[in-house]
């Protein structure tokens, strides 16, 4: 029997098993590798190994370890055989019950029951647990003294009903005791293992060495033992740390988004994560998981190592009809559904597209067309993930009335209904009586407009073909009548008068918020400056003035006077001798920091007469250094300042087209620009940044190889930006074949190239779970000697490309990149 003395306790000093035989370093279960050809921690399973799914997965999971071997590599000897206390442990490793085992007490068996020092404890809480059974065990060992009953290899048959027992699926062997068995070699099982082997097999746990033998007496190596425990998952799920199970929400190159228990969880991918498929033996890719499917994600610090696809279900639900109407504003739609109105949220992250997968704004799907709304189904408020809308018939031109426009989109209002479009970036705006117009300069729900597009569907022309709306700024008020909306007016200069008056569609606005007219009587006082708009005798829009928005067109200092032009064409003259300055990066800045063709807020003082405050518009770029999602704070850098944080609780967020996104889209790393007005923070938006080398240069004209091997052209229509060091210039002739660099759309679309400036290190070594390069420091105070990495950097050695393993401790190398993200390391 065995005997286990809790009072007397000793201390037994042993490494922590792993599924190896022989002496070495024991590897982490969450070490995973980078060198190429590998899909698991051990270099002796390669890619293409008929186990490596559940050798990798067992590993990150902690339920197998492996050794380094004297050259460091990490090593599973797959085809060694597993002794039966090797295998004891393992399935306590597998159902969670390891960590339960007294390892100071001082434990004795049967002199024939021979056990290695380490392996007691576990063997002993394998008999209390049930995982097997005392007598038998100790039965088998007196038969056969001569070999240890730890030592022994463990066979087939032994193992599978380890396994069962460890799963829990005891009462199904023996259900299953008497049944007969589907291998040909049935008769060679041990009798008390039948009703097991039976019930591995019906539960898909275990397969015949060949279509009709189990080979029951045969020993059991290490990939076999982890494929058995693997499958065996399936029905017995456990905890393991660092894994969760759950729904794919989202999956983009870079991060995988997992619903569970009711919030998501983001994940960072990147070439070194393994993806699987539950019914299949080999890597899948990427692009083979299936999202709103299940998954498990088995992850370390927010990097997600091993992803599952778990079944071929999508938990989506799918509602047809017929679209009635959007309500842009609160972010729903109405839907005929069986002759009656359904409505349906959504957000900014919604796809909308045609039935032939084609993108649309929401608002140009039009009234009456068919529909279709899919929804998750996990979700106790189901979210809208997707409208899918009949095809819209294209049109060469359209006509209506200007409704806005915002990035690359314009609205109009046809009739009732508003379509929004595309405009090309070089879109084409024709207004009677101005030369080299805008889309800024359209008259919102004035203008009547005729948009030209093209076969892909793009506006490329504006056309105001009838403007009608009269606009005056700084206009005075002269009188107001209440009964008649009767308002009387002159021009900025006192001239001009004017006899107007409000409907009910007049748009009137003070410090941007709208007002009525019953709310607005009391500022309709004599005097006041306001800006107006009208048709004929009819005031379309009102708009109280406390500020001034403009582009600066001079400035007279003696006269203390500057004049703007203001977004609607209209030009003002405003004293400005007792105004301050902000700026987003001047400190005390002053009007002789202003210049011309700077875009302004002028705010007014009380009696409207004068500028207080100059706010001038500016754009600033920063690396991104992190995020607080929570407090929806980012904290940037760049070579002009130390490091800040700005507050963007209340600023739009968009990406590099112009679509809104939320915080938690931008990522460490990353490039933005954010708008000021002053020193006030009002829009951020990410910056799409290409990397790669030069291939070709000439005056209008340059090619790059990007990092993923694609020939990328840019032209200098819009002008160039080269950085190259501490000079910087407009002509490409600074730039040499074989320069690696960062290209950017900037504002006005000018392409800025920025030549990475190769910096000579000594490697010292690569960290495959941080993906940094580490180098020798410079000095005692060099704080900067790694380098971060991912799947597009390039490593050159002698001019071939080979993978970063190729580089050895004390190389001389040289780094390319940019904010300590190296794009090219070459010796």
Same mark, same amino acid.
């Given at each position: 029997?065995?005997?286990?003395?809790?009072?007397?306790?000793?201390?037994?000093?042993?490494?922590?098993?792993?599924?190896?035989?022989?002496?070495?370093?024991?590897?982490?279960?969450?070490?995973?590798?980078?060198?190429?050809?590998?899909?698991?921690?051990?270099?002796?399973?390669?890619?293409?190994?008929?186990?490596?799914?559940?050798?990798?997965?067992?590993?990150?999971?902690?339920?197998?370890?492996?050794?380094?071997?004297?050259?460091?590599?990490?090593?599973?000897?797959?085809?060694?055989?597993?002794?039966?206390?090797?295998?004891?442990?393992?399935?306590?490793?597998?159902?969670?019950?390891?960590?339960?085992?007294?390892?100071?007490?001082?434990?004795?068996?049967?002199?024939?029951?021979?056990?290695?020092?380490?392996?007691?404890?576990?063997?002993?809480?394998?008999?209390?647990?049930?995982?097997?059974?005392?007598?038998?065990?100790?039965?088998?060992?007196?038969?056969?003294?001569?070999?240890?009953?730890?030592?022994?290899?463990?066979?087939?048959?032994? #193992?599978?009903?380890?396994?069962?027992?460890?799963?829990?699926?005891?009462?199904?062997?023996?259900?299953?005791?008497?049944?007969?068995?589907?291998?040909?070699?049935?008769?060679?099982?041990?009798?008390?293992?039948?009703?097991?082997?039976?019930?591995?097999?019906?539960?898909?746990?275990?397969?015949?060495?060949?279509?009709?033998?189990?080979?029951?007496?045969?020993?059991?190596?290490?990939?076999?033992?982890?494929?058995?425990?693997?499958?065996?998952?399936?029905?017995?799920?456990?905890?393991?740390?660092?894994?969760?199970?759950?729904?794919?929400?989202?999956?983009?190159?870079?991060?995988?988004?997992?619903?569970?228990?009711?919030?998501?969880?983001?994940?960072?991918?990147?070439?070194?994560?393994?993806?699987?498929?539950?019914?299949?033996?080999?890597?899948?890719?990427?692009?083979?998981?299936?999202?709103?499917?299940?998954?498990?994600?088995?992850?370390?610090?927010?990097?997600?190592?091993?992803?599952? #696809?778990?079944?071929?279900?999508?938990?989506?639900?799918?509602?047809?009809?017929?679209?009635?109407?959007?309500?842009?504003?609160?972010?729903?739609?109405?839907?005929?559904?069986?002759?009656?109105?359904?409505?349906?949220?959504?957000?900014?992250?919604?796809?909308?597209?045609?039935?032939?997968?084609?993108?649309?704004?929401?608002?140009?799907?039009?009234?009456?067309?068919?529909?279709?709304?899919?929804?998750?189904?996990?979700?106790?408020?189901?979210?809208?993930?997707?409208?899918?809308?009949?095809?819209?018939?294209?049109?060469?031109?359209?006509?209506?009335?200007?409704?806005?426009?915002?990035?690359?989109?314009?609205?109009?209002?046809?009739?009732?209904?508003?379509?929004?479009?595309?405009?090309?970036?070089?879109?084409?705006?024709?207004?009677?009586?101005?030369?080299?117009?805008?889309?800024?300069?359209?008259?919102?729900?004035?203008?009547?407009?005729?948009?030209?597009?093209?076969?892909?569907?793009?506006?490329?022309?504006?056309?105001?073909?009838?403007?009608?709306?009269?606009?005056?700024?700084?206009?005075?008020?002269?009188?107001?009548?209440?009964?008649?909306?009767?308002?009387?007016?002159?021009?900025?200069?006192?001239?001009?008068?004017?006899?107007?008056?409000?409907?009910?569609?007049?748009?009137?606005?003070?410090?941007?918020?709208?007002?009525?007219?019953?709310?607005?009587?009391?500022?309709?006082?004599?005097?006041?400056?306001?800006?107006?708009?009208?048709?004929?005798?009819?005031?379309?829009?009102?708009?109280?003035?406390?500020?001034?928005?403009?582009?600066? #067109?001079?400035?007279?200092?003696?006269?203390?006077?500057?004049?703007?032009?203001?977004?609607?064409?209209?030009?003002?003259?405003?004293?400005?001798?007792?105004?301050?300055?902000?700026?987003?990066?001047?400190?005390?800045?002053?009007?002789?920091?202003?210049?011309?063709?700077?875009?302004?807020?002028?705010?007014?003082?009380?009696?409207?007469?004068?500028?207080?405050?100059?706010?001038?518009?500016?754009?600033?770029?920063?690396?991104?250094?992190?995020?607080?999602?929570?407090?929806?704070?980012?904290?940037?850098?760049?070579?002009?300042?130390?490091?800040?944080?700005?507050?963007?609780?209340?600023?739009?967020?968009?990406?590099?087209?112009?679509?809104?996104?939320?915080?938690?889209?931008?990522?460490?790393?990353?490039?933005?620009?954010?708008?000021?007005?002053?020193?006030?923070?009002?829009?951020?938006?990410?910056?799409?940044?290409?990397?790669?080398? #030069?291939?070709?240069?000439?005056?209008?004209?340059?090619?790059?190889?990007?990092?993923?091997?694609?020939?990328?052209?840019?032209?200098?229509?819009?002008?160039?930006?080269?950085?190259?060091?501490?000079?910087?210039?407009?002509?490409?002739?600074?730039?040499?074949?074989?320069?690696?660099?960062?290209?950017?759309?900037?504002?006005?679309?000018?392409?800025?190239?920025?030549?990475?400036?190769?910096?000579?290190?000594?490697?010292?070594?690569?960290?495959?779970?941080?993906?940094?390069?580490?180098?020798?420091?410079?000095?005692?105070?060099?704080?900067?000697?790694?380098?971060?990495?991912?799947?597009?950097?390039?490593?050159?050695?002698?001019?071939?490309?080979?993978?970063?393993?190729?580089?050895?401790?004390?190389?001389?190398?040289?780094?390319?990149?940019?904010?300590?993200?190296?794009?090219?390391?070459?010796?």
């Amino acid at each position: 029997m065995t005997m286990q003395f809790a009072s007397k306790k000793i201390l037994i000093g042993a490494l922590a098993f792993s599924l190896v035989a022989g002496s070495g370093v024991i590897i982490p279960a969450s070490y995973a590798s980078a060198a190429s050809g590998y899909t698991t921690p051990f270099t002796d399973v390669s890619s293409g190994h008929w186990a490596e799914k559940h050798i990798a997965k067992l590993a990150l999971q902690g339920i197998i370890e492996g050794n380094k071997t004297s050259s460091g590599a990490a090593i599973f000897r797959p085809k060694e055989n597993v002794s039966q206390q090797e295998a004891v442990l393992m399935a306590l490793r597998f159902a969670g019950l390891d960590k339960k085992a007294d390892k100071d007490a001082i434990i004795g068996f049967p002199n024939s029951f021979s056990v290695s020092t380490y392996f007691k404890p576990y063997v002993t809480l394998a008999f209390q647990e049930g995982l097997l059974d005392q007598v038998e065990e100790f039965g088998l060992a007196a038969k056969d003294p001569k070999i240890a009953w730890g030592t022994k290899p463990a066979t087939r048959e032994w #193992v599978t009903k380890l396994m069962v027992r460890a799963i829990q699926q005891e009462e199904e062997a023996v259900r299953l005791q008497n049944t007969a068995s589907t291998f040909a070699d049935a008769a060679q099982i041990t009798s008390i293992y039948k009703g097991y082997v039976n019930a591995a097999s019906k539960l898909e746990l275990v397969k015949g060495v060949t279509a009709d033998k189990f080979v029951p007496k045969a020993n059991v190596d290490r990939a076999s033992l982890a494929t058995m425990f693997s499958r065996a998952e399936k029905l017995f799920p456990v905890a393991y740390e660092g894994q969760v199970n759950g729904i794919a929400t989202k999956i983009t190159d870079t991060q995988i988004t997992v619903y569970s228990d009711k919030k998501e969880i983001n994940y960072t991918i990147n070439s070194d994560t393994l993806f699987y498929h539950y019914n299949t033996e080999t890597p899948i890719t990427r692009q083979q998981l299936l999202e709103y499917g299940d998954v498990t994600v088995i992850a370390k610090d927010g990097k997600a190592l091993y992803v599952e #696809v778990k079944g071929d279900k999508t938990y989506t639900k799918t509602t047809s009809g017929t679209l009635d109407r959007v309500i842009a504003d609160e972010k729903k739609l109405y839907v005929w559904i069986n002759n009656k109105p359904v409505e349906f949220f959504y957000n900014d992250s919604v796809v909308v597209v045609d039935t032939d997968g084609k993108p649309l704004a929401l608002t140009s799907i039009k009234r009456d067309s068919q529909i279709s709304i899919v929804q998750d189904s996990f979700r106790d408020a189901p979210a809208t993930l997707k409208i899918i809308a009949s095809t819209q018939a294209s049109a060469t031109s359209l006509k209506g009335t200007f409704y806005g426009a915002s990035g690359d989109l314009i609205t109009i209002k046809e009739g009732t209904s508003l379509v929004t479009k595309l405009m090309s970036e070089t879109v084409n705006v024709e207004i009677d009586g101005f030369v080299g117009a805008t889309v800024n300069e359209l008259i919102k729900e004035a203008d009547q407009v005729e948009l030209t597009l093209n076969a892909e569907d793009v506006v490329t022309k504006v056309k105001v073909v009838n403007r009608n709306v009269k606009m005056l700024a700084g206009a005075q008020i002269v009188g107001y009548v209440y009964d008649k909306k009767l308002l009387t007016i002159v021009d900025a200069n006192g001239n001009n008068g004017e006899a107007l008056y409000f409907t009910d569609k007049t748009r009137i606005e003070f410090s941007g918020n709208t007002l009525s007219l019953a709310s607005a009587t009391n500022l309709l006082t004599a005097n006041r400056k306001i800006v107006i708009s009208y048709t004929g005798n009819t005031i379309v829009s009102l708009q109280f003035l406390t500020k001034y928005t403009g582009t600066l #067109v001079s400035m007279n200092s003696s006269g203390n006077l500057m004049n703007i032009r203001l977004d609607n064409g209209a030009t003002l003259s405003l004293p400005y001798n007792t105004a301050s300055v902000e700026h987003s990066t001047i400190a005390n800045a002053t009007t002789s920091d202003l210049r011309t063709g700077d875009k302004l807020t002028l705010d007014l003082n009380a009696n409207q007469d004068r500028v207080s405050t100059i706010k001038v518009h500016s754009n600033a770029q920063y690396e991104v250094i992190s995020v607080d999602v929570n407090s929806k704070k980012i904290r940037v850098k760049n070579a002009m300042t130390s490091p800040l944080e700005i507050n963007m609780m209340d600023t739009e967020l968009t990406n590099e087209a112009g679509a809104k996104i939320s915080i938690d889209q931008i990522t460490p790393g990353s490039l933005i620009s954010v708008s000021y007005i002053g020193r006030q923070v009002v829009g951020a938006r990410t910056l799409a940044v290409t990397y790669g080398k #030069v291939q070709s240069i000439s005056a209008n004209s340059v090619t790059i190889v990007d990092l993923v091997g694609q020939t990328v052209a840019y032209n200098g229509d819009a002008g160039f930006v080269i950085v190259k060091g501490a000079t910087q210039g407009t002509a490409t002739s600074l730039l040499t074949v074989g320069d690696y660099v960062e290209v950017q759309k900037l504002e006005g679309n000018k392409t800025q190239l920025t030549v990475a400036v190769g910096e000579s290190r000594v490697f010292t070594n690569f960290n495959a779970t941080a993906s940094q390069v580490w180098t020798e420091k410079t000095t005692d105070a060099d704080n900067r000697n790694y380098f971060n990495v991912n799947s597009q950097t390039k490593y050159i050695l002698n001019g071939n490309s080979v993978s970063v393993t190729a580089f050895k401790s004390g190389d001389t190398i040289t780094i390319y990149g940019f904010r300590n993200y190296a794009i090219a390391i070459v010796k």
